[in-house]
């Protein structure tokens, strides 16, 4: 079965360092994959998607993600992070099989000191 | 683009209630989708519709819930004699196409009293 890890569950960095975080898959073919932001409250923010071609792909607010067809990864990083990146960050490949629908890992939290 | 719009966005009912959620998706879009958020968790799959059509349906819909999108516009989520494990966040999301990005809207907070 489709499977998706974000290991870090809870990540805290001082405002202006880089970030990474990290998100491994399982999945049979050649993925499309999505990082998503939610605020608390909110629904989820659309960050950055790869569907094939470059493997460093970019996305808003100075994000980027790369995919490693090697390491089933798709890591997301920030070379400085603002206090308003606090937020929760989910990983989204294809479920595999149902057409379109997404697995979301656990998530991982970010807070940010001043 | 309006975003996807849900309704309410809280929910505060008695156990063995009826509640009923809507979910307004992009105009364009013909993908909906319905997952449900417990705390600490990420958004699990409920189902979705291709315009009208309810193409899936995950295991976690009981015979309790129901999911409509009778024109294929918008959509809604019926939860029957509610139980306290229905405490969630519900997002609804839509799409343009299967590989696209899904759009979510704020969600609907259900507490289950």
């Known amino acids: 079965a489709q499977s998706v890890t974000q290991p870090d569950i809870h990540i805290t960095v001082s405002e202006g360092a880089s970030l990474e975080l990290r998100c491994n898959y399982s999945?049979?073919?050649?993925?499309?994959l999505f990082w998503y932001v939610q605020s608390p409250g909110q629904g989820l923010q659309l960050l950055l998607k790869?569907?094939?071609?470059?493997?460093l792909v970019q996305g808003i607010k100075g994000f980027e993600a790369e995919f490693k067809r090697s390491q089933s990864s798709f890591n997301l990083r920030k070379p400085s992070v603002h206090w308003s990146d606090a937020a929760e960050y989910f990983c989204?490949?294809?479920?595999?099989?149902?057409?379109?629908?997404?697995?979301f890992g656990k998530g991982t939290k970010l807070s940010v000191k001043p | 683009d309006t975003g996807v719009s849900q309704d309410p966005r809280h929910k505060i009912t008695k156990r063995g209630q009826n509640v009923t959620f809507r979910c307004d998706p992009i105009?364009?879009?013909?993908?909906l989708y319905w997952y449900r958020q417990t705390l600490g968790q990420g958004p699990e799959f409920l189902t979705y519709?291709?315009?009208?059509?309810?193409?899936?349906k995950s295991r976690l819909l009981s015979d309790r819930f129901s999911a409509e999108r009778p024109k294929g516009s918008f959509s809604t989520l019926e939860i029957q004699r509610t139980e306290q494990g229905d405490s969630a966040m519900y997002l609804c999301?839509?799409?343009?196409?299967?590989?696209?990005?899904?759009?979510f809207g704020d969600g609907t907070r259900l507490s289950i009293l």
């Open positions: 519709f291709q315009n009208e059509a309810q193409l899936e």
């Open positions: 105009s364009e879009h013909n993908r």
């Open positions: 790869y569907f094939s071609g470059d493997t």
């Open positions: 999301a839509s799409s343009f196409s299967e590989d696209q990005p899904q759009h």
């Open positions: 999945y049979g073919a050649t993925p499309y």
């Open positions: 989204a490949p294809p479920r595999g099989g149902s057409q379109g629908n997404l697995i």
